[in-house]
Nanobody, 129 residues
Framework: QLQLVESGGGLVQPGGSLRLSCAAS??????????IGWFRQAPGKEREGVSC????????NYADSVKGRFTMSRDNAKNTVYLQMNNLKPEDTAVYYC????????????????????WGQGTQVTVSS
C-alpha cells in the first residue's frame, strides 16, 4: 500500500520561497509507475490542482495561478516529489497535499482530483507579512 507524507510547509512572507517534499513509502508499489499531483485547499474553498507530473518526470503541468512561480520535480531513486514555490503570494495560503495515480504516460495528467487514489495528510503553507 502506497503512503505519502508531505513536508516543508511553514510561514513565509510574500515574495518568499518554500520547497515542499512528498515522500512515498509502503510495500508492493513501484514509485516510477505513478503520476503525482500537488493539490491545495484554502479555508472555505474547494481543493484544487496545483501541478502534476508524469511517472518518469519528463512532463509537468501547472495551474495558471502558479505558472512561472512553482516548479514540480521528482527523484524516483528517492521515491520523492518536490514542489519549489517562489514569489509566494498571500493567495497561495492553503494546505498542500500530494497524491498518486498509477499511470504510465509520456505526458503529465491533468490534475483531476478523482483520478488520484492515494493521498497524503497535507502540509500547511501560510504566506503573510
Amino acid at each position: 500500500q502506497l503512503q505519502l507524507v508531505e513536508s516543508g510547509g511553514g510561514l513565509v512572507q510574500p515574495g518568499g520561497s518554500l520547497r515542499l517534499s512528498c515522500a512515498a513509502s509502503g510495500s508492493g508499489f513501484t514509485f516510477h509507475y505513478y503520476a503525482i499531483g500537488w493539490f491545495r485547499q484554502a479555508p472555505g474553498k474547494e481543493r484544487e490542482g496545483v501541478s502534476c507530473i508524469n511517472n518518469n518526470g519528463g512532463s509537468t503541468n501547472y495551474a495558471d495561478s502558479v505558472k512561472g512561480r512553482f516548479t514540480m520535480s521528482r527523484d524516483n531513486a528517492k521515491n520523492t516529489v518536490y514542489l519549489q514555490m517562489n514569489n509566494l503570494k498571500p493567495e497561495d495560503t492553503a494546505v498542500y497535499y500530494c497524491a498518486a495515480d498509477p499511470l504510465l504516460s509520456a505526458t503529465a495528467p491533468m490534475c483531476v482530483i478523482s483520478q488520484f487514489g492515494s493521498w497524503g495528510q497535507g502540509t500547511q503553507v501560510t504566506v503573510s507579512s
